[in-house]
């Protein structure tokens, strides 16, 4: 039996090992001894306690297996990717790191491995249509929002994260890139903010993030260029306050309980703000849009996701439709549909209508659906 393990069992590394474990052999492993024990308690999945940070024992926790799954935090996805393309293993990652993974691809390459990052549902799902469209027609403008939310909005921040809150606040550091009018340009995270009426939740807003990624090089004929990640009014300028603040810096100070970084420590405390509770409702809202032309005329393409928690299974929204994303590309290297060698960013599965259909129709079967609208000019 084909053999899969898990790098992570948070919330979205629990969803994909369940989900995986219905037709292959499933192992997963954390650090996180509460996370393993409700994995182990379904019966599903076996489950390993390891510090995923020692690089030196990745080899051998991962040799036994057919294919890796990774679900680390971001400041751990770089050296986890390129450690298991070194030790010559096919890979799916939703790590959301913050180097550039695109040189990894000639290493790929000599290793025989396919190598899909990025794989979730915002960077992921966009992608993957942003390719699609890309090799069929002319695409004037590129733009999508996306957000998760919870239903029940708490004070102060009215915000749970349903995965590492190192990973949320790396969208509000990171600086964004975008492209306007043919050129890459860099401005701060949380710049821009817009308000957004989507007739499932009211009105969000949106704010600039570092969600195109590879986007800006693999599809460099496209001049305009956005990404926007969405919150409930008010949260983001909190947000601003703790950066301004200070409390958002790196920069290591000295205190009488030793040296610490102000992030370190905002960090831990939002852990407990953010915390999404594993029967807290939540959603996933997407809105993606394209200014298409082709032999036939110009029109604009919206895609639109609006996806809740799953009350059947206590799943989150967001772990579904990052997960399951995810493991639709398992699905394809181990089925064969997939063969590509490399370091492939998910906008490479969309060029070929037979991935994007198999990659919806995974999604649709776990009632993850895409609705689509067009307007022609």
């Keep these: 039996m084909t053999k899969i393990i898990v790098l992570g069992a948070g ?3 629990r969803a994909m090992a369940l989900d995986l ?8 492993v954390d650090i996180d001894e509460a996370a393993l024990a409700g994995l182990n308690a379904t019966g599903k999945v076996t489950v390993e306690r390891a510090d995923l940070r020692n690089m030196e024992s990745l080899p051998g926790l991962i040799e036994p297996f057919d294919i890796v799954v990774s679900a680390v935090p971001g400041f751990m996805g770089y050296q986890t990717v390129e450690a298991v393309i070194r030790h010559g293993k096919n890979l799916v990652d939703i790590s959301f790191m ?10 790929a390459i000599t290793k025989g ?3 899909i990052t990025d794989c979730g549902v915002a960077p992921g799902l966009p992608n993957i249509l942003a390719g699609y469209h890309y090799v069929r027609e002319k695409i004037h403008r590129f733009e999508y929002l996306v957000g998760g939310l919870p239903v029940v909005r708490t004070l102060p921040f009215e915000y749970k994260a349903p995965f590492s809150p190192v990973d949320v606040i790396e969208e509000y550091t990171r600086p964004a890139r975008m492209k306007e009018r ?3 340009v860099t401005k701060p995270a949380m710049s821009e903010p817009e308000l957004y009426h989507f007739p ?3 009105t969000l807003e949106g704010f600039n993030s570092d969600g195109l990624r590879s986007l800006l090089y693999t599809l460099p004929d496209i001049p305009d260029m956005k990404e926007k990640t969405l919150r409930y009014p008010g949260h983001i300028e909190k947000i601003k306050l703790l950066r301004d603040a200070g409390f958002l810096s790196q920069h290591r100070v000295n205190t009488a ?5 102000p992030l370190e420590f905002t960090t831990e405390i939002l852990k407990k703000q953010w915390y999404l509770h594993p029967d807290e409702k939540e959603f996933t809202i997407m809105k993606i849009t394209f200014d298409l032309e082709d032999a036939e005329g110009k029109r604009t393409l919206v895609y639109s996701l609006y996806d809740e928690y799953d009350t059947v299974t206590n799943t989150s929204s967001m772990a579904r439709t990052t997960g399951y994303t995810c493991t639709a590309a398992v699905r394809m290297i181990l089925g064969g549909v997939f063969k590509e060698k490399g370091l492939l960013p998910p906008e490479k599965i969309g060029t070929q209508q037979l991935h994007l259909d198999f990659l919806l129709t995974q999604l649709a079967d776990r009632g993850i659906i ?8």
């Design 11 to 13: 919330m979205v590394g």
């Design 21 to 28: 474990s219905e037709e292959y052999d499933v192992h997963a």
């Design 98 to 107: 913050p180097e550039d993974f695109l040189p990894l691809n000639e290493m």
């Design 113 to 115: 491995v396919t190598a």
């Design 182 to 184: 043919g050129d890459i």
């Design 200 to 202: 499932e939740v009211g």
């Design 257 to 261: 309980c030793g040296e610490i970084s």
């Design 370 to 377: 895409l609705k689509t609208n067009c307007y022609s000019d």
